[in-house]
């Protein structure tokens, strides 16, 4: 994949297909752009469940907070990933160890490593990085109505 350009099929047909998100470096605080798209997200019917060691046990948003990705007890089917992109092939790693694999990897602004996205892409994950679903949702979703 060219992570250049992403066609909007390729993106609206991932905003479609996904119900259960995890949001990996989710924020309590709502200055911080996690909590605000956390919000988002749960505001457009998804099931979000926060990721942030630093607050494992604790709620965000209502969402019971989880210490790692492998700490989730059911099936995810979108990691949205705050982290710096240094970090990005390190949250592959953890991704590729769940079982079963979530089917999309989203790297929010900034966050961009093709080598650890083509790492995710060969496993079968469809992978987005440097966008953000907020600002995505409201063109492709509304465009698509």
């Known amino acids: ?8 099929g390729y993106i609206r047909q991932i905003l479609k297909s996904v119900h259960t998100i995890a949001v990996l470096g989710a924020s309590p ?3 911080r752009p996690s909590h605000g798209v956390m919000g988002f997200l749960l505001g457009k019917g998804y099931h979000v469940i926060p990721v942030n060691p630093g607050h ?7 969402q019971t907070v989880y210490a790692r990705l492998a700490d989730i007890p059911e099936p995810i089917d ?23 694999l979530p089917s999309v990897l ?3 602004f900034t966050v961009r490593d093709d080598a650890a996205a083509a790492r995710a892409e060969a496993a079968g994950i469809r992978v987005v990085m440097d966008r953000c679903p907020v600002t995505e949702y409201p063109v492709l979703m509304l465009k698509a109505s």
């Open 29 to 31: 605080n709502d200055a």
């Open 78 to 100: 979108m990691v949205d990933v705050f982290r710096a992109a240094s970090q990005f092939a390190s949250v592959v790693d953890e991704v590729l160890a769940l079982s079963p």
């Open 1 to 8: 994949m060219n992570h250049d350009h992403y066609p909007d």
């Open 106 to 108: 989203w790297g929010q």
């Open 56 to 62: 494992a046990g604790k709620q965000i948003l209502g």
